[in-house]
C-alpha cells in the first residue's frame, strides 16, 4: 500500500516555523537533525501528536547554489502569497479549534463557514502558507 508519509512546506525560517507549529498549532516535534557535512542543512519534520499522520517537513527555502537566486526569491514570493498550495489540517469540530487556535495567538484569514462539503476555516503559518482547517460533514460538519 502506498501512503502519504511527509509533505514539504517551505519556510522562510525553520526556528520560527517549528515554533508556530509545535507552539500554536501544538504538533509534535518529530525529527530536528543538521548535517554538517551537507552545509548545516536542517532537517526538521513536525506533525499530529501521537505520532500518526503525515509529517510536514519545515524546510528551508534553498538558496544558491542549490537554486539559483531568481528562484530562490521566486519560492520566497510565491510562499509568502500564500500561493504555492494549502496545507488541509482535519478536524472534528473546527468551532472549537479555530478558538484554541485563536487564543494561542494565530490569526485566521478565513473565519469558520459552512460550504458544501462541510464545516472550513483558513490561517497562515509565518511563511505565508496557506492552512485550511476542515471538518468533513461526514465528522459533523453542517453546510
Known sequence: MIAVHRVNVWVHD???ACAFWTEKVEFELRADATFPELGGFRWLTVGPPGGGGPELVLMAIPEP???TR???DLIRTVTSQG???AIFLATDDVRRDHALLTARGVEFTEEPEA???GLDAGFRDPSGNQVRLTQSRHDGGTA
Open 14 to 16: 525553520q526556528q520560527a
Open 65 to 67: 547554489p542549490v537554486v
Open 70 to 72: 531568481e528562484q530562490s
Open 83 to 85: 500561493l504555492g498550495g
Open 115 to 117: 460550504r458544501p462539503y
